[in-house]
């Protein structure tokens, strides 16, 4: 017996959606069983499960994990492998605590800077830094022709050590309660719109305001993702530079044979993934978290671990990334509320996203090849 | 009698075994063309089930008469053995179907964490300390630790650089379709490349916790070790004797982290970067001389192989 | 069957059907028989499907339909092949259109792992790589072929690393020999070498397969002659009873003679567009390959570089063209300081390249054609003009005749001589003031290199182009050129007028 793969010689019909659909099915297939053995209550985890990919508070990781997607996506398809987005998202948020609350802090200086100047700072600032820390390993890549991942890779335990020891030494907050973090963001500074509560004792109108509120609390972040999403189309669909990248991905050589500077090149592509994953992380910043805690490695929410998922979950193709990220975001937020529920700990949200994921990316080849057993 | 210097030179050894082990079986995984991203996940694994797999062993077995000393070394071994069939399993899936690397490896990485906790953490709850199915504070033990490891490597290296098989795996990692037309078969040389890699991997997991912290925590998953390895690996070309020195190096930076911090006043975090920087600087400094062609990374590394693509 | 002096069938390929996705159909029910003792020539123009029919037989691809049959012991088996070991196993070897060594291994190390791969069926076990750098040596001496079996594969030309598969095929001792234009560029005493090896290998009971687009070659060595078009065969021959003539419209069909060259040869003008002064070049590993070497070309001449294969070519063009920095020496290309300026000037200033490694320099098989050639012909510098892109592409593939089934197939699923066709289809209408090529024609069919060099002759004498190819084809080198050259051991010798020095002479040249 032979077992053959062959790419399918006609596209399957939504074969991408069944495929999808097929895939996360077996990955939750693995997960459960792998529960069932340690004996987690089965029913209650797939009733956790379905609600958590419909509730509204998917949004918010869905939002940053798609941005940061987009970000790594540009330098993934220059085969520029940037696994540094947990690095420049924490470090891109230090110049908006600078900035918010030891320059333009109205509670302790007379500011006259308007609070949407300060927010745009906030923002710049934070993509270049995000670029900045991306330029580094670019740099290192472009003129010594040292491997990107292991410099990415490890650019985020420095992150994570520098901005710890920001928080604990120079920005350490004195308003904090006795714990260990930096001060709050002034709450003009603050992109959240918050919608008042309203009880109307109709579930289903309640359902769709409690959405709305969500999409409210995070505007900020639902524009940046739209934003972003349209210059990833336009930046690989009609732009020298998008078809460089492309290039740059398959044949690097090639492209310095025809007269393009691929030193510099490689050095705007890491800096410009960088600057979007700085960008998300300044938003974060002033969106979610209002300020940085001590101990970022053990508060992380891994975005810029899950974010890279996410990406190679689309294959790279910035059309399907909203999927990919939808599935990442929904997966993360089961494994945090069968915590909530009581049915396990820390290691549920690793399980789920692990062997769901596993599954997924094991099989999704299925939409565009088929098996043949002779 | 250990004096003070006996007992450094000990823990130094430790680390270095776990260090020059893990990074060691991930260069050989990685120099068949698999991309091992999975490598932090597993180490993590392995950590964990050294834990469960010793203290069953121990209560198990003691009792029979068996001697502690080869309970701690079966989990050791049994560990090995669990993550060698991961390994099987990623050369086999990542060869045959066109699926990604990174996709596969990085879940492998998530999954690897969350059961490392299943597996550990029930042990870490019922005994508090895991120091009694650890390996005996004795220098012979340790001794021969730093030896295996030793000879492990300079057979790996008669392996790879005087073998057809190991020309057999360099070749799938750099060209799986000129490999194939070669006559290598190539799911089959990465089977045993992927399998031997993490069989070490496993191995050297299960030192970390069982002989050179002698502790395990649920949270020891955010240190990273497993990346640190795999820079080690990278930085010194994934090449097994060039590996001894670097992991010699940062071995003892990890463990004396905490003693230079101590002895130059230097603020935890900051301390804390230390041997990552050092791991960047170094990496510099050989990639601006001509040893850099000996250090590329394999050209095949993480591509799909797939049969039916035209074979350029 | 009885024996006697009935030749057996080795090999029995039945209703062979391959399509590819997207579905371009390679060959189509291909019947053929091969016997022992025999040489065949399988022809036809790019694209006809040869490689993909040889690669089926060595288990690279799998059939879509049809069966092969292999003569085993005494009688024909079917045979099923997962991929090339099964092949091998099988006593098929296939030396490929393109080299497929692993650079970064040795050569004897390369070896290793045939050798390995066929004794582990005799549990002779691990062959060691010292153990086969002897043997190397030894079937070196014998075939007169000289390599160093430490050498990494990196360092060598396309062509030497064709040598080496050569001599792996001879090594493994295989029934049947698979050769995809693997002799086409053999330096001529090598080839007249591996000639009289071809002929003891079928004296000795063992078949040959070889693929060429040299009709000629065809004819000196093989006993049948196969024909393929689009995918199927059209002419199974017997050579001592065909003629060229007969072959050639098989192969083309009707538009056999479209293309004549025109030798009008015109006086180049004195402005020199190519200045190379003085110039040292080293290799890869650091020795100095080219030394004092001065020359000039005019603007709209053409001059050929010739010699054999590691002489220096690949060196000489990648310095002429800024890819390679030199030891020493000036190099002035359509006005730009090379040596200063580098390859992005050059580029800029209208310079076309078609490289030695052409799949590494010269196009990029992942992406589409059309991505291909936007790259290079897309003026404004931050949005592509899609429709203009889309235009020239069209025109390119049309003029240049490639085979393909839209300019939107990524350039991978091409044949080895469309991939070709892409690549100086997109050089030759980039370059505005001069074109440095190397090997130009090589993977070409007789029709498409007619055409390449009337094309060329074109740009040159009316578009007033100033061209310089680097071969180690002399009659390619021979019909093109204004001026000619010779390169032997990092020295240039020249130049001499082609019409005026005997192919001999220069022969000669290039080996003393
Ligand atoms: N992997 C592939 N995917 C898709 N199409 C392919 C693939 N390989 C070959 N083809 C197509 O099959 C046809 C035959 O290709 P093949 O390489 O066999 O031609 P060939 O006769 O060897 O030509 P050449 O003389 O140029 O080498 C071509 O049209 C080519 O585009
Ligand atoms: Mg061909």
């Known amino acids: ?374 | 009698m250990i004096d003070f210097y006996g007992e450094a030179l000990m823990r130094m050894s430790a680390a270095f075994a776990t260090i020059y082990l893990v990074a060691l079986g991930h260069s050989l995984f990685e120099l068949s063309g698999v991309l091992d991203l999975s490598i932090d996940g597993v180490f993590f694994l392995s950590t964990g089930l050294a834990v469960l797999f010793s203290a069953q062993l121990h209560t198990s077995l003691t009792t029979l008469g068996v001697d502690p000393l080869i309970c701690t070394t079966l989990a050791s071994v049994l560990t090995g053995l669990v993550t060698a069939l991961i390994g099987l399993f990623l050369a086999f899936i990542l060869t045959v179907l066109p699926i990604s690397h990174g996709a596969v490896g990085l879940s492998l990485m998530f999954l690897g964490y969350g059961l490392g906790i299943y597996a550990g953490y029930p042990v870490r709850l019922k005994y508090g300390s895991i120091a009694q199915f650890a390996y005996p504070e004795n220098i012979v033990v340790y001794s021969l630790t730093l030896l295996v490891s030793l000879a492990l490597g300079l057979t790996t290296y008669r392996m790879l650089y005087s073998t057809a098989i190991g020309a057999m795996i360099r070749a799938c990692g750099e060209d799986p379709h000129a490999a194939s037309a070669l006559g290598v078969v190539v799911y089959r040389t990465r089977l045993i490349a992927c399998g031997l890699g993490y069989f070490m991997v496993g191995v050297g997991g299960s030192i970390f916790t069982l002989l050179w912290l002698r502790y395990w925590d649920i949270r020891s998953y955010v240190l990273g070790y497993g990346w640190f390895a795999y820079t080690i690996a990278l930085a010194a070309g994934r090449h097994p004797l060039i590996l001894i020195p670097f992991a010699g190096v940062f071995g003892a930076l990890l463990e004396f982290n905490i003693s230079i911090q101590a002895t130059y006043g230097l603020p935890v975090d900051l301390a804390g970067m230390i041997p990552f920087i050092a791991a960047i600087a170094l990496m510099t400094l050989y990639g601006s001389t001509k040893l850099k062609r000996l250090f590329e990374p394999p050209r095949g590394l993480g591509k799909i192989y797939y049969k039916e693509e035209r074979t350029i | 069957m009885n024996t006697g002096t009935l030749r057996r069938v080795v090999l029995s390929i039945n209703n062979i059907s391959k399509t590819f996705p997207g579905g371009i159909t390679a060959i189509e029910e291909i019947n053929l028989d091969l016997y022992e003792g025999e040489i065949v020539a399988l022809l036809g123009e790019n694209g006809s499907g040869k490689s993909t029919l040889v690669k089926i037989l060595y288990g690279v691809y799998t059939p879509d339909s049809g069966e092969i049959k292999i003569l085993t012991g005494d009688k024909l088996s079917r045979v099923n092949f997962g991929n090339p070991v099964d092949a091998m196993k099988h006593g098929i070897i296939l030396v490929n259109q393109t080299p497929q060594l692993i650079d970064k291994l040795s050569v004897a190390e390369n070896i290793a792992i045939t050798l390995s791969t066929l004794r582990s069926r005799d549990h002779s076990g691990f062959t060691s790589i010292s153990e086969t750098s002897k043997l190397l040596k030894e079937v070196s001496e014998s075939t007169g072929i000289r390599v160093d079996p430490n050498e990494k594969a990196y360092n060598l030309t396309y062509s030497q690393k064709q040598f080496i598969e050569l001599l792996r095929a001879i090594i493994v001792n295989a029934k049947i020999f698979l050769l995809d234009e693997a002799l086409s560029y053999l330096p001529i005493a090598e080839k007249k070498r591996f000639y009289d090896i071809l002929y003891s290998l079928k004296n000795s009971g063992k078949t040959v397969l070889l693929i060429t687009h040299k009709i000629q070659e065809a004819f000196d060595l093989s006993d049948r002659i196969v024909i393929l078009r689009k995918g199927r065969i059209v002419g199974v021959l017997e050579t001592k009873n065909t003629t060229v003539d007969e072959v050639r419209r098989l192969m083309f069909g009707e538009t056999n003679n479209k293309y004549i060259i025109n030798n009008n040869w015109s006086n180049p003008e004195e402005e020199h567009v190519i200045e190379v002064e003085d110039l040292a070049v080293r290799d890869d590993h650091g020795r100095e390959v080219l030394s004092n070497i001065t020359f000039c070309v005019g603007k709209g001449e053409i001059a050929g570089i010739i010699g054999v294969a590691g002489s220096g070519q690949r060196e000489l063009v990648e310095s002429i063209v800024g890819l390679r920095k030199p030891i020493r020496g000036k190099i002035t290309l359509a006005g730009v300081d090379v040596v200063r300026k580098g390859i992005k000037a050059v580029r800029e200033a209208g310079v076309g390249y078609i490289p030695d490694q052409p799949l590494k320099q010269g196009i990029a098989c992942d992406n589409s054609i059309v991505e291909n050639i936007a790259i290079m012909f897309s003026s404004n510098p931050i949005l592509i003009n899609w429709d203009i892109v889309k235009e020239k592409a069209v025109e390119i593939v049309k003029n240049y005749n490639v085979q393909s089934k839209s300019i939107d197939s990524p350039v991978k699923t091409l044949s080895g001589g469309n991939i070709m066709k892409v690549i100086i289809g997109k050089e030759l209408s980039y370059a505005k003031q001069a074109l440095i090529a190397c090997n130009p024609t090589r993977a070409l069919d007789e029709l498409s290199a007619n055409n390449l060099v009337s094309v060329l002759k074109y740009k040159a004498h009316a578009e007033k182009l100033s061209v310089l190819i680097a071969s180690e084809d002399i009659d390619e080198v021979l019909t093109i050129s204004d001026a000619v050259y010779v390169l032997n051991s990092g020295r240039l010798i020249g130049p001499f007028q082609p019409s005026k020095v005997p192919r001999e002479r220069i022969e000669e040249l290039m080996v003393a």
């Open chain 1, 1 to 374: 017996m032979k077992i053959t793969i062959l790419k399918r010689k006609k596209e399957l019909k939504y074969g991408a959606v069944i495929a999808s659909l097929l895939s996360i099915l077996f990955g939750i297939t693995i997960y459960l069983v792998i529960i069932g053995l340690f004996g987690v209550n089965l029913v209650e985890a797939i009733n956790i499960l379905g609600k958590s990919f419909i509730s509204p508070t998917i949004m918010k990781d869905f939002l940053i994990i798609y941005v940061m997607g987009c970000g790594l996506l540009l330098s993934f398809k220059a085969s520029l492998w940037n696994i540094g987005g947990e690095g420049q998202f924490y470090i891109a948020m230090i110049p908006g605590i600078v900035i918010t609350l030891l320059l333009f802090n109205p509670e302790t200086s007379s500011t006259t800077v308007p609070a949407f100047i300060v927010v745009l700072l906030v923002i710049i600032t934070g993509s270049v830094v995000g670029a900045v820390w991306a330029a580094v390993a670019g740099t290192l890549k472009a003129f010594m022709n040292i491997d990107e991942v292991p410099v990415t890779l490890i650019l985020n335990y420095i992150a994570y050590y520098l901005v710890n020891h920001l928080v604990s030494g120079p920005l350490k907050g004195k308003k904090t309660y006795g714990y260990l973090r930096t001060d709050e963001i002034p709450g003009i500074y603050r992109l959240n719109i918050i919608l008042p509560i309203t009880r109307t004792g109709n579930q289903f109108e309640e359902a769709v305001y409690s959405f709305l509120t969500q999409v409210s609390y995070y505007i900020a972040l639902l524009v940046t993702a739209i934003a972003i999403s349209v210059f990833t189309w336009w930046l690989f669909k009609y732009t020298k530079l998008g078809l460089y990248i492309k290039i740059m991905g398959s044949n690097p050589e090639y492209l310095y044979a025809t007269g393009v500077n691929t030193k510099m090149l490689t050095l705007l592509i890491m800096a410009l993934s960088g600057s979007i994953i700085g960008l998300s992380g300044s938003l974060y910043l002033l969106v979610e978290w209002g300020r940085i805690p001590y101990g970022i490695q053990s508060h992380t929410p891994g975005y810029g671990y899950l974010a890279i998922l996410a990406s190679w979950l689309s294959m790279l193709d910035h059309r399907l990334l909203p999927v990919s990220a939808y599935l990442v975001a929904g997966l993360r937020n089961t494994g945090l509320s069968i915590k909530i529920a009581g049915l396990g700990d820390t290691e549920q949200t690793l399980i789920i996203l692990g062997s769901v994921l596993l599954g997924y990316s094991i099989t999704r080849f299925i939409a565009d090849y088929e098996v043949k057993i002779r």
